[in-house]
């Protein structure tokens, strides 16, 4: 049987604190929609953990959080700005332009993940045209694809361009509480123009939920509604918000991301095989050839080869110090 434990944080189960607010969730009689006490508990904790004046929904998978979140901030005959492998660009199935009804991507490159702001200058001085669907919004993504962060200074860098040209901001932050752990300033994020924040829980412990940040409270009327388009509004939604409630009064959010980007830490000291991005977070990108690659998996151990060509290895809040060394020496078997 595959060991998938280092191909995703997505392979972790829930963390403890999530499942506990689960069940506690469970209890009784509340009402539905997303009007229950547990939702407004859990958009209270997001609140405070931004320190933002927002207003915060919950959805079941990062895609439909993106998606929704694109569609909201284009019209059909518009695009958004992105790194080319950013999620929105190379796994989400066309979800955005889906939910958008057409909206286009426009994909640019920058080293690790990261846009070029030279790259960005050039697309926001594109001219309107007809034939065109020209940027409406700019997509931004920290932790990055690619394992790496995104400083303040560098998404302020980024955003102050968008907002010069008058176009809102989307921020995927499905690996938001890598990026806090390795020290990206959390309580920031509201003085940086993002108009759209996704918060992640789904790799950082919880079951299944993704928090969207409406900065732009302009952006919540009818949000509901658009949810419930999407089929993200879910009659016991405090099953999708409850997961905040057990990450972020325990603290596991960020404590146990902090373990991750540890567990990262020590996989990189024990990696025979050259980093082809910088270990910044929970990932490692390796430059790996096809026959070891091979032996790995023969060893049963199951990594994706990138879009760049590199392998990457995942940790997650559940990886162990153990399980970290036994794949130190499956590497250094094959190397």
């Not at 927002?54 to 895609?63: L, Y």
């Not at 879910?234 to 997961?243: C, E």
């Not at 567990?263 to 070891?292: I, K, S, Y």
């Not at 990138?306 to 060394?325: H, I």
Request: glycine content about 8%; aromatic content about 8%.
């Amino acid at each position: 049987m595959a060991d998938y434990s280092f191909a995703s944080d997505n392979t972790a189960g829930a963390c403890p604190e999530a499942m506990e607010a689960i069940v506690a969730a469970n209890a009784g009689f509340t009402s539905g929609y997303a009007t229950d006490p547990v939702t407004a508990r859990a958009a209270d904790l997001v609140r405070a953990l931004l320190d933002a004046d927002a207003d915060v929904r919950f959805v079941a998978s990062g895609t439909a959080a993106n998606a929704v979140s694109c569609a909201a901030l284009c019209r059909p005959f518009e695009s958004v700005i992105a790194h080319e492998h950013a999620h929105i660009c190379t796994d989400e199935t066309g979800a955005p332009g889906f939910f958008g009804q057409g909206l286009g991507l426009i994909p640019l490159k920058g080293a690790s993940g990261k846009i070029d702001p030279a790259a960005l200058d050039d697309a926001l001085s594109q001219p309107d045209v007809s034939y065109r669907q020209s940027a409406a919004a700019l997509s931004l993504t920290n932790a990055t694809e690619y394992g790496t962060l995104y400083t303040v200074e560098e998404v302020r860098a980024l955003t102050s361009r968008a907002k010069a040209k008058g176009l809102p901001v989307h921020l995927d932050g499905a690996r938001l509480a890598n990026a806090a752990a390795a020290g990206f300033d959390l309580k920031a994020i509201k003085t940086l123009g993002v108009d759209i924040l996704i918060v992640g829980g789904a790799k950082a412990g919880a079951s299944m939920s993704e928090a969207i940040v409406l900065f732009d409270k302009g952006l919540s009327r009818r949000f509901d509604a658009r949810l419930k388009q999407a089929g993200q509004l879910p009659s016991k939604g405090r099953f999708v918000s409850s997961p905040w409630i057990g990450l972020l009064e325990s603290g596991a959010w960020l404590e146990r991301s902090r373990h991750a980007n540890a567990m990262a830490e020590r996989l990189a000291a024990l990696m025979p095989f050259a980093l082809t991005h910088a270990r910044q977070a929970n990932a490692l990108f390796v430059a790996m050839g096809d026959a070891p690659l091979e032996r790995l998996r023969a060893k049963g151990y199951f990594v994706y080869r990138f879009q760049d060509g590199s392998v990457r290895f995942m940790c997650s809040w559940a990886t162990t110090p153990e399980a970290v060394e036994a794949l130190g020496e499956a590497l250094k078997d094959i190397a």
